[in-house]
């Protein structure tokens, strides 16, 4: 069965502060990876897509990593701000018209 | 820049009500899905439509009925409402069967009593 799992389930870190999600999926065969972020009450937003020939790829603070023999990604949050305080979801898609596999996100939090 | 547009945001049914949620695009996507959030779980998929016309089921779609009659609309009904189908439902729309452009609307909090 296609699984996508993160962690952890949630996360408090202080302003300013670097933080790591993880995300473990078993979806084969593998198309690409997403990283989303989801705000309270929001949809979730695009922040990278990762092929399998892609090791990392960065959006402004944020960089996600894939290693695609351990079937492993994370994603990386530098000097963090409030306003990234929201849930963020990897989801993983099977070959390149399979249906998306969603992890159930990490909240993170961030205090002043 | 609309994007993809859910009605309404909030609703409150009781058990055994019927309700549709609408779900406009102005992409010129033609491929759009719904999905439910619940809790401690990913995003799930109810129904989706590869184009104007076609509807398919996903992996929950039990209780819904979809219908896609214009390529930006896609309708999410339920007929007979059950607590069990309180939950955040979400559409979304894609460019393509590979995800491009892949944009989710806001969500629609239902609540079944």
């Known amino acids: 069965k296609n699984q996508v799992e993160q962690s952890p389930q949630s996360l408090i870190i202080l302003e300013g502060k670097n933080c790591?999600?993880?995300?473990?999926?078993?979806?084969?065969?593998?198309?690409?990876?997403?990283?989303?972020?989801?705000?309270?009450?929001?949809?979730?937003?695009?922040?990278?897509?990762?092929?399998?020939?892609?090791?990392?790829?960065?959006?402004?603070?944020?960089?996600?990593?894939?290693d695609a023999d351990t079937k492993q990604s994370s994603l990386h949050i530098t000097a963090s701000q409030l306003s990234d305080s929201a849930s963020y979801i990897c989801v993983v898609r099977a070959t390149s018209y399979g249906k998306l596999t969603f992890g159930q996100g990490t909240i993170l939090t961030v205090h002043p | 820049n609309a994007g993809v547009t859910q009605t309404p945001k909030f609703r409150v049914l009781k058990t055994g009500q019927s309700m549709t949620l609408l779900c406009a695009q102005d992409m010129n996507h033609e491929y759009m899905y719904w999905y439910r959030q619940d809790p401690g779980m990913?995003?799930?998929?109810?129904?989706?439509?590869?184009?104007?016309?076609?509807?398919?089921?996903?992996?929950?779609?039990?209780?819904?009925?979809?219908?896609?009659?214009?390529?930006?609309?896609?309708?999410?009904?339920?007929?007979?409402?059950?607590?069990?189908?309180?939950?955040?439902?979400?559409?979304?729309?894609?460019?393509?069967?590979?995800?491009?452009?892949?944009?989710?609307?806001?969500?629609?909090?239902?609540t079944v009593v």
Not at chain 1, 33 to 59: A, C, H
Not at chain 2, 69 to 98: D, H, I, M, W
């Open chain 1, 20 to 66: 790591t999600l993880q995300c473990n999926y078993t979806v084969s065969p593998f198309s690409n990876l997403r990283w989303y972020k989801q705000d309270t009450g929001r949809g979730p937003v695009s922040l990278t897509i990762m092929t399998f020939s892609e090791n990392t790829k960065s959006n402004g603070r944020y960089t996600a990593t894939l």
């Open chain 2, 42 to 110: 990913g995003l799930r998929l109810i129904h989706y439509s590869v184009g104007e016309g076609t509807t398919a089921k996903g992996e929950v779609p039990d209780g819904y009925n979809v219908s896609r009659l214009k390529k930006q609309n896609f309708l999410l009904g339920l007929e007979s409402a059950a607590p069990s189908q309180t939950s955040v439902y979400f559409c979304a729309s894609s460019y393509s069967g590979t995800g491009s452009g892949y944009t989710f609307g806001s969500g629609t909090r239902l």
